[in-house]
């Protein structure tokens, strides 16, 4: 699978993020966000696109967040911040707009998604993620 060129690749990203921050419904307001800036989770949630994928890729999003909308809010009120298993320290990325690209990605690619990941970051955040969503195919459980 080929990568986007280095120039293009942080434009895309900001292009998807801004749709993703559209969806105010959907994540924690900007205050109380984990990370003011989840672009390393982003990154790797990005690589998990096919370059096949990535011409209609924010329409999918959009497409996947509004046919998501009573799940995602649930998520974001039962582990975003302020909720008791955020207060725990778990559940970081519940409500960063980077989440609905990792979400998307957890329900259409998810061992592209899991690889990436296990290469890049830690695979608590996904785990946590995973067990949040409950998606069809638990790949770290």
């Known amino acids: 699978m080929e ?8 434009l895309y990203a900001r292009r998807v993020l801004a749709v993703a921050e ?7 307001a900007p205050g109380t966000r984990h990370w003011p800036d989840g672009g390393d989770f982003l990154d790797v949630a990005l690589s998990a696109v096919g370059n096949e994928e990535r011409a209609g890729y924010i329409e999918r999003l959009e ?18 911040p302020g909720s008791r298993p955020a207060s725990h320290g778990r559940y970081a990325l519940v ?23 296990e290469e890049e970051l830690e695979t ?3 785990d946590d993620l ?4 409950g998606p069809r ?3 770290s459980r």
């Open 95 to 117: 409500g960063q707009p980077e989440t609905l690209v990792i979400l998307e990605r957890i329900e259409t690619n998810p061992f592209l998604l899991r690889g990436r990941w």
């Open 137 to 139: 195919i638990r790949l």
């Open 130 to 133: 995973e067990f949040a969503w």
């Open 124 to 126: 608590v955040f996904l």
């Open 63 to 80: 497409a996947f967040v509004e046919g998501h909308r009573d799940r995602l809010e649930e998520l974001l009120r039962a582990y975003g």
């Open 3 to 10: 990568e986007p060129a280095p120039a293009a690749a942080p």
């Open 22 to 28: 559209g969806f105010t419904w959907a994540v924690a």
